[in-house]
């Protein structure tokens, strides 16, 4: 019997580790860091210092394609895959900014999630070739014959067969794409350099799993090889589609994948813009909907073994793709985004947070994941409708530590279940907690804030005469300790600093189910002049609009009328000084005759002090040229007020006393050019 046993845990050992595809019962949540051009807002620097913040509500963050694609790009033109030279400054940083990020963002216990392209390829300079990249002693390449027979339908083989090159014999195993090459994942060298490619980003980068893009590109089966080859903890595929092949795709994989629950985002879309709160019934897998039957079920419902795939499916409500761009119709939710993250926040699975629902509406996220979190759900937690029609709909989910009812919509429903009260509530959501949980609640999460704040305190208690005993100074509350208060008090919090509130439940004379808050006021922001000057083009009328990807702007369409002019060399200039704030990287100008009239084209990545040239009118736009030889100051001049030197792309590098010079205050410094306040300077 022990040489059995011997023998059985050998052969155990001997098998490969399977890669899990996403944890069970895993309870966290995740941001997608970026939408389409956040090269600002996505900036690894710029992420790294959230990561506090971050870290409070997000296990994990997903991050766009983090190599360099030869020019600005959001990474879905993939031209590198290996780490050397400059092959990781990407468009939202340098590779040490990427390592740094990541590595702060593993110690505040945030795991990062990369974004592979692996269907398809960037070439260098003609339609089949790809670049050599040394690794760690080994070149990796792939060839013209790693390219799909069938790419480009067909083009590229007649382009290839003209001018001397070989594709693969074997078509495309997926749907095809005609922006770049399709690669052939039968081909063991596709399969070689990628299975490097991923291992790299777990051992060497940092990452903790992967985020495929374009699953329906390629083969299932190939996503299982390269994950049971690198093994990453998490990996959720982009299997956009709206019936069971997500499902189909998921057991294609071996499970070694999640995937992103596109039905239940479908759901959400429908019911929001249709006005329909009933559609969310979809993701609970309510056979009959406004009289059609509708059998491709979200992940998360019942419909699909019980739940089973609950485990796999990562929920989200918007993304880079669906949200609504500025020159790009999409297929955006069009209103109540915080009643789509609410029903988003509330249910099973793993949601996926975007960024400007982030940005927009924090406060509200903040505090919903708070309740969340309270209740114990995890991606694999049960729920069932509790009440829905036309205009509202509430669904309760159980977690490991209580149930949380979540109700949206524009109309009004109050639970007839007496063992439920609400602790959350805004814009046509409101959240309730399971008085089973037996804890104090504070709906203001931690965080900056301006000004005085109301914070609304709440007993989550079975116990109809529970109270609060809370204090302010960081202290524990107790019978003897703090003030004492009836559940449902407001009570006001000023920002003049920091202020620990701790809130505690209070049975008799103890003391139970204490949460913390930590509020504090905004640091100051430091902020810079920026002068635009703009030669005078004989316009009867001149208007700047000025936007940045980070919400800077000076109004709405035509922007500010300019009528400010000064002289500089015998030339006219009109001009306007902005002052910014040093975290914008960089902002867009468009000169214009005003609304309705004549317009220049977009002057983008302005950094500095400019002076520009309108010139010849094109496709109804004029051209604009950047006059290099103004805006260099004189470096010797003694300045009034303290000295900020900042980087041309805005990092406050030093702050000098009054009555230095520019030439003292860049001593020491590289040669480029400097921002020293607001005006520019060269060394």
Not at 385 to 393: E, F, S, V
Not at 401 to 423: E, H, I, Q, S, W
Not at 622 to 642: H, N, Q, R, Y
Request: net charge neutral; with cysteine.
């Amino acid at each position: 019997m022990k040489r059995i046993f011997t023998s059985l845990m050998m052969m155990l050992t001997a098998l490969p580790l399977l890669a899990q595809g996403w944890p069970k019962d895993y309870d966290g949540v995740m941001l997608q860091g970026f939408y389409w051009d956040s090269f600002n807002q996505s900036k690894w620097t710029k992420l790294e210092a959230q990561a506090d913040e971050l870290a409070r509500y997000f296990s994990l963050v997903w991050i766009p394609q983090s190599a360099n694609c030869g020019g600005q790009s959001m990474g879905y033109d993939d031209l590198y895959w290996f780490p050397g030279d400059d092959r990781y400054n990407s468009s939202f940083g340098t590779e040490a900014q990427l390592r740094s990020m990541i590595s702060t963002f593993e110690q505040k216990g945030i795991g990062t999630i990369a974004d592979v392209v692996v269907n398809h390829r960037k070439n260098v300079s003609n339609w089949v070739d790809f670049p050599a990249e040394s690794y760690k002693g080994v070149t990796y390449q792939l060839k013209s014959t790693d390219i799909c027979a069938n790419d480009d339908g067909g083009d590229t083989k007649k382009w290839a067969t003209e001018n001397g090159y070989s594709l693969s014999a074997n078509n495309d195993t997926g749907e095809g794409w005609g922006g770049m090459r399709d690669l052939d994942h039968k081909s063991t060298n596709v399969q070689n350099n990628v299975k490097a490619y991923v291992k790299m980003l777990l051992e060497d980068l940092g990452y903790v799993g992967f985020r495929y893009d374009m699953v329906k590109g390629y083969s299932a089966e190939y996503t299982a090889m390269y994950n049971n080859h690198a093994k990453p903890k998490f990996s959720v595929g982009e299997c956009w589609d709206a019936t069971k092949v997500i499902r189909d795709w998921i057991d294609g994989t071996e499970k070694t994948s999640a995937a992103f629950d596109f039905q239940f985002r479908y759901s959400v879309r429908n019911a929001i813009n249709n006005s329909n709160w009933k559609e969310l019934g979809r993701a609970n897998g309510n056979q009959n909907i406004s009289g059609t039957n509708y059998p491709n079920w979200p992940l998360v419902s019942n419909n699909y073994e019980s739940g089973a795939y609950r485990q796999y499916a990562v929920t989200f409500v918007e993304n880079h793709d669906t949200e609504k761009r500025s020159n790009a119709a999409q297929d955006p939710i069009k209103k109540d985004t915080l009643a789509a993250n609410a029903f988003l926040l509330a249910m099973p699975g793993t949601p996926c947070v975007f960024l400007t629902h982030w940005i927009d509406c924090k406060r509200d996220l903040k505090a919903m994941i708070d309740v969340r979190r309270a209740a114990g759900i995890m991606n694999t937690s049960s729920y069932e409708t509790t009440a829905d029609n036309l205009n509202y709909y509430a669904v309760t989910t159980t977690g490991k530590r209580g149930k949380l009812l979540c109700v949206v919509g524009t109309g009004a429903y109050t639970p007839t279940d007496n063992n439920f009260v609400k602790v959350l509530q805004g814009y046509h959501y409101a959240y309730y907690l399971d008085k089973g949980l037996e804890t104090a609640w504070a709906d203001l999460s931690s965080g900056e804030y301006e000004g005085t704040q109301e914070v609304m305190l709440t007993a989550v208690s079975k116990n109809s005469s529970a109270q609060l005993v809370y204090t302010t100074d960081g202290s524990a509350p107790s019978a003897t300790n703090g003030t004492k208060v009836a559940s449902g008090t407001k009570i006001s919090i000023p920002m003049n600093g920091e202020t620990t509130l701790k809130v505690g439940l209070l049975i008799g004379s103890t003391v139970s189910g204490i949460v913390t808050r930590t509020y504090s006021k905004p640091q100051a922001v430091e902020t810079r002049d920026i002068t635009i000057y703009v030669k005078d083009p004989g316009w009867s009328n001149m208007y700047f609009y000025m936007w940045s990807d980070e919400g800077e702007g000076n109004g709405g369409w035509p922007g500010k009328k300019i009528t400010a002019k000064t002289t500089v060399n015998g030339v006219q200039y009109y001009y306007q000084t902005f002052t910014l704030p040093t975290t914008l990287a960089n902002f867009n100008m468009v000169f214009n005759q005003g609304s309705g009239q004549r317009q220049t084209v977009d002057v983008t990545g302005i950094s500095s002090n400019s002076y520009f040239i309108i010139g010849s009118e094109a496709n109804g736009k004029f051209s604009v040229t950047k006059d290099e030889t103004l805006g260099i100051e004189a470096m010797t001049a003694k300045s009034t007020a303290l000295l900020k030197v900042y980087t041309i792309d805005g990092h406050l590098l030093r702050v000098l006393p009054a009555g230095t010079t520019a030439n003292e205050a860049l001593n020491q410094l590289r040669h480029g050019l400097y921002i020293i306040n607001g005006k520019k300077y060269v060394k």
